[in-house]
């Protein structure tokens, strides 16, 4: 009877290894931060393998289908600023101002922020092109569709919904790019 207890349970060595491996895994994902172009090139590769996966299995159309919209879905999330101009514009109107984006030198400078940072857009997509690839090697996901239909189906919605995304920003007069903009350096450099 006076046999040692285990110091630990299971439920708490299960919980210190997955916490182990989630800071693990939290460090790895913090080192790839500054290494844009290699990141989004992993990822282009995954999505060419994944749709060469498709192209050849002939199947899995409905895989690719939600992979689509789920992308389309991020990339408007990226190209969205976080405080929406025309929210903003609705709830001073009904504070009796009219606001707008600064058009003059002297107006307020509001920089562009993004309702998605970039690295949670190539995370999500990378992390979603992993599941997409890995629910094409099951038999239950391939159901049977007309995929030229959905094809079509895609480019349309990716169509208009890029026209309204446009419209909005020229309307807003906002651009979520950075290439192009005019770069100041620092005056100690």
């Keep these: 009877m006076d046999a040692s207890e285990p110091d630990q349970t299971a439920y708490a060595a299960f919980s210190a290894q997955t916490s182990r491996f989630s800071r693990q895994y939290q460090s790895y994902l913090d080192k790839s931060t500054p290494y844009t172009t290699i990141r989004w090139s992993s990822t282009g590769a995954l ?6 996966r498709i192209i050849f299995a002939q199947g899995w159309y409905i895989v690719a289908y939600s992979l689509g919209i789920y992308l389309l879905n991020l990339f408007l999330a990226f190209l969205q600023p976080k405080f929406d101009p025309s929210m903003e514009q609705d709830t001073e109107m009904e504070d009796g101002a009219v606001g707008a984006l600064p058009t003059k030198q002297d107006e307020e400078f509001r920089p562009f922020i993004r309702r998605l940072p970039e690295f949670k857009f190539w995370y999500s997509a990378t992390r979603a092109l992993a599941i997409g690839f890995f629910c094409t090697w099951f038999t ?3 159901i049977p569709v007309f995929w030229p239909v959905l094809v ?3 480019l349309i919605l990716f169509t208009l919904t890029m026209r309204r995304q446009i419209q909005h920003m020229i309307k807003y007069r906002y651009v979520p790019f950075s290439f192009g903009k005019t770069r100041y350096n620092r005056a100690g450099r």
């Design 47 to 52: 999505l060419l393998i994944f749709m060469l």
């Design 140 to 142: 239950f996901f391939d």
């Design 152 to 154: 079509i189906y895609w």
